[in-house]
């Protein structure tokens, strides 16, 4: 008997959880990279700092916007961000 796949996927919560962790994981790594301090990255994105602090720690969930504008300012791709995959089961 085949079981739904539904069944082997996490919690839509637990998903959310896991993307925002690491989306905001890669978003701090590319700062860094770029040896940018938290202050250094919103002049240049105009993202506030204390806003950027809690999406590098996966607290609040990324606004397309705001994230267009890390992106730009850390000079990435989306797929940088983006390119993993979610842990089913």
């Not at 996490?10 to 925002?20: G, H, V």
């Not at 962790?21 to 790594?29: C, D, L, N, P, S």
């Not at 590098?56 to 267009?68: A, T, Y």
């Amino acid at each position: 008997m085949l079981r739904s796949p539904i069944s082997f996927i996490k919690m839509p919560d637990q998903i959310s959880d896991i993307i925002r962790k690491v989306i905001g994981q890669r978003i701090r790594h590319y700062r860094e990279e770029s040896r940018l301090t938290l202050r250094d990255l919103e002049v240049i994105s105009g993202v506030g700092h204390s806003w950027i602090a809690k999406v590098e720690k996966g607290q609040i969930n990324l606004q397309i916007d705001s994230l267009i504008k890390l992106l730009a300012a850390l000079e990435i791709q989306p797929r940088e961000l983006f390119d993993f995959e979610l842990p089913y089961k």
